[in-house]
């Protein structure tokens, strides 16, 4: 019957609230048959556990995409190394302090460093950076999604200031996360880097996209059964979305409702976790970060990077805020923010332990 079965789904939620946890079956059912009504009833309950810790408070990110070389080949990735027609650039350390400068008098208090993994750069070049960045915004955070490196590294690029890495797993089922990547990647490996980045002391992000390729109830359950027991720091979930110029380019996007759902359910289940509502979310939908809030994220990652690289940093297709300035980002963020009654803090924003 449906109304029983509505009860249910309900009651699932409740059960996840409650005990933090669901068995994969279940995750399978919630999955599977949810609909608006469940929707709108995990949202409130994630907004409603995300105003209790953290107010009305968004944190902002000024995300710095440095480098858009990569070594990798992932076939959903718009940089990824097979990609001919993708214009290449790196940013050199002076134009990185210059996008901090630019970002610091904005009110940001984190800087995300993200790029391709790029041989390029040695740990002695990110030393420098980190520690230069350091040395002029004592009270800043400094956050890595560098991709994977070897303990030693994550190792010095800490010492040397960084506090967070954010390193999506992307998948937690090893048979689909040979259909996203090519082979010489590994999910192992993948797992191995996020558990030497919790052991080293990093506020530590894990991920994936909503709606790749090949995903399923299945995998979802396994994604969330898999942040249950990382318990990172923060998780990074978007919206796939094709790139023209990827093996991906004809498969459909991910889907705004089950992005916002999923959103609501890790708040439910990791009470206290950074969630952001991700700038692929605002691609799909004009209103997709707002939405992203309301189904209880708490943090924003604005573009901090020279206007003349962004569109470099094509991901995927039609990528948002890759024509704007800086200073209109921050302006639009706030306004976005306090038209759903939030607002935008200018602190570091660290996870907040019980
Ligand atoms: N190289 C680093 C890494 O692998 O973690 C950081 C950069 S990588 C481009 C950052 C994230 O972008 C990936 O973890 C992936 O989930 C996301 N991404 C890549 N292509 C995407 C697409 N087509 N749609 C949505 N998100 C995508
Ligand atoms: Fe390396 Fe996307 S394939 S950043």
Not at 33 to 57: F, H, L, S, T
Not at 216 to 227: H, N, P, Y
Request: with cysteine; proline share 3%.
């Amino acid at each position: 019957m449906e109304g029983e079965n509505e009860v249910e789904l309900i009651g699932l939620v409740d059960r996840l609230e409650a005990e933090g946890i669901l068995e994969k079956g279940e995750w399978i059912e919630l999955l599977e048959n949810y609909g608006e009504r469940e929707r709108e009833y995990a949202a409130r309950k994630a907004r409603k556990i995300a105003d209790d810790i953290y107010g009305k408070d968004i944190y902002i990110r000024g995300l710095i995409e440095f480098t858009n070389y990569c070594k990798n080949d992932c076939f959903y990735c718009g940089i990824r190394r097979g990609n001919q027609k993708a214009e290449r650039y790196r940013l050199s350390k002076e134009q990185i302090l210059s996008c901090c400068e630019s970002g610091w008098k904005l009110g940001f208090r984190t800087f995300v460093l993200q790029g391709g993994e790029d041989g390029y750069y040695a740990d002695e070049w990110y030393e420098d950076v980190i520690q230069s960045i350091k040395e002029l915004y004592p009270e800043c955070a400094i956050t890595l999604s560098i991709g994977e490196r070897s303990k030693k590294s994550y190792e010095r690029l800490y010492q040397a200031g960084a506090a967070r890495y954010l390193l999506r797993h992307e998948t937690a089922n090893e048979e689909h996360y040979g259909k996203l990547h090519p082979k010489e990647m590994s999910l192992k490996n993948r797992k191995k880097c996020l558990m030497e980045l919790k052991e080293i002391g990093y506020q530590t992000g894990c991920g994936f996209m909503v709606g790749s390729p090949f995903q399923s109830v299945e995998t979802l359950a396994e994604d969330m059964m898999f942040i249950h027991q990382l318990k990172p720091h923060m998780v990074g979930i978007g919206p796939f979305i094709p790139h023209e110029d990827t093996p991906f380019a004809k498969e459909p996007q991910g889907n705004l409702s089950l992005t916002l759902f999923l959103l609501s359910l890790i708040r439910i289940m990791e009470k206290r976790v950074l969630l952001p509502a991700t700038t692929a979310l605002g691609t799909i939908d004009p209103n997709g970060r707002e939405l992203g809030i309301l189904a209880g994220a708490n943090v924003i990652m604005p573009n901090l990077s020279p206007v003349n690289v962004r569109k470099k940093y094509m991901l995927y297709d039609n990528k948002i805020c890759t024509g704007e300035e800086a200073a209109e980002c921050r302006g639009c963020i706030d306004r976005r923010m306090e038209s759903i009654g939030y607002e935008i803090v200018c602190v570091r924003g660290d996870y907040k332990e019980a």
